[in-house]
């Protein structure tokens, strides 16, 4: 199933927003921000997971909230799920267990932690042998987790099922589709892959030879034999 | 809930965000989830330490010294980080270089992915369904939308990050800033040439 958040090429006619470019627009922007750092950073949860609550949320939330209400929606959903915090809480905004008390992370540790970052490279393994700079494939159709119906996946419905060639090799990374739903790294082989504009748009594309280029995971790829 | 449920999330929040906001800070400090202290350190590092000034630095440096621009190309990560940018939503950085032949810009179409430590934190335009939905299919208007005419010569290379890679676009170096210091040239560098929606200017 196509969601909501995966809107690349959808038509649109809107104009950019291009006016307000301060990094806080408004007060509670920051604390939303610094909450969703400094919870995230107690390690209940993964980067790709609070992807996957973001996206998860109800359709006609994630079309009208602006960014920093899907980022507290997320959150507070995510806080539920790991146990950090229930509802009754989020209904009186009162402390009802204090079970977790003194959990928090000093300023010096989230200092290091934003320093330190987390990769998502990983050792190599034997499961996959990456293919080479050049090779030309094709993209999962649909664009479907292979593990769990209606999980987080990384390809884009506007790229699934079109043809493109492996310009760049990252190496082994963390497999989002896996790590979203805490089934582990499960590290995949890391492409980028070129498509050119007319493969993915046909004879709407603006320029045909326009290339449009993504990140794409092994397992999203089939490779595709040369003429 | 469980990962295997296939309706989506509920809604836990009222409706005004800027009180849930207040109040949900207040209910997390009392929890001991959060300490205020750290709070306020994370909104002091994004608005004044990790910013486009790092950026600039990056690709000032470029344009000034050889060497440098070589790393940059050759081993990206490493070179921003021996200017001292590193770490989170920066973890894996490459760097694409504009010419006359190939224009880039970077978008994310599934949410807002970008180059952290080097541009901050991404500017209303970039998280928005507009740019999002249209850089990926009509980048030309998009261009044209920011103010950017391209060459003739010059094709579009759109980068959407989809994965954990970071992407930092090296603009080509105004002819009329050549000969300047690397000092000189950080103000050219603005924020949306980085990200490929701009061109460097000259500072007033």
């Known amino acids: 199933m196509t969601k909501i958040h995966d809107m690349g090429g959808i038509p649109c006619v809107e104009s950019l927003p291009l006016e307000n470019t301060t990094v806080f627009e408004k007060k509670w922007h920051k604390i939303v921000l610094s909450l969703t750092l400094a919870v995230g950073a107690l390690g209940k949860w993964n980067l790709d997971r609070s992807r996957y609550f973001r996206e998860s949320l109800p359709p006609d939330d994630y079309g009208n909230f602006t960014y920093y209400e899907k ?40 200092k290091s932690m934003i320093a330190k970052g987390d990769p998502s490279l990983c050792n190599s393994n034997t499961c996959f042998e990456p293919h080479e700079i050049g090779t030309l494939v094709k993209t999962k159709s649909p664009p479907a987790n292979n593990y769990l119906e209606n999980g987080h996946t990384r390809l884009p419905a506007y790229s699934s099922g079109s043809k493109g060639e492996i310009v760049l090799y990252h190496g082994f990374h963390r497999l989002p589709d896996a790590n979203a739903h805490l089934l582990g790294p499960n590290p995949e082989p890391l492409y980028t892959v070129s498509f050119t504009a007319y493969a993915l748009w046909g004879n709407e594309a603006e320029n045909p030879d326009d290339k449009i280029h993504l990140d794409l995971w092994h397992s999203y790829l089939e490779p595709i034999a040369v003429k | 809930m469980t990962d295997n449920d296939t309706h989506h999330h509920h809604r836990h929040l009222p409706p005004d965000p800027e009180y849930t906001a207040e109040k949900l800070q207040e209910l997390l400090i009392q929890k001991g989830l ?74 994310c179409t599934l949410c807002s992915c970008y180059p952290w430590p080097l541009l901050g934190i991404p500017p209303n335009w970039y998280k928005s369904d507009s740019y999002r939905k249209r850089a990926v299919k009509e980048p030309r208007k998009v261009l044209h939308e920011f103010g ?20 930092l676009v090296v603009p080509m170096q105004p002819e009329e800033s050549k000969g300047l210091s690397e000092d000189e040239l950080v103000p050219w560098v603005t924020r949306n040439s980085m990200i490929g929606t701009g061109l460097p200017t000259k500072p007033k």
């Open chain 1, 71 to 110: 980022w507290m929606a997320g959150l507070v959903n995510l806080m539920v799920d790991s146990g950090l915090i229930d509802q009754s809480e989020l209904r009186d905004f009162k402390v009802a267990s204090k079970s977790m008390q003194g959990i928090s992370v000093s300023p010096e540790a989230l």
């Open chain 2, 34 to 107: 959060v300490d205020e202290k750290t709070l306020d350190e994370i909104v002091n590092i994004y608005e004044h330490k990790i910013g486009p000034q790092n950026g600039s630095r990056v690709v000032a440096k470029s344009w000034a010294d050889g060497e440098f621009k070589k790393l940059l190309f050759d081993n990206p990560t490493e070179a921003i980080k021996s200017l001292g940018f590193h770490g989170r939503q920066g973890e894996h950085v490459i760097a694409v270089e504009n010419t006359t032949e190939t224009h880039n810009m970077v978008v």
């Open chain 2, 148 to 167: 950017v005419e391209l060459k003739d010569t010059q094709k579009v290379k759109v980068w959407d990050s989809t994965a954990e890679i970071r992407y």
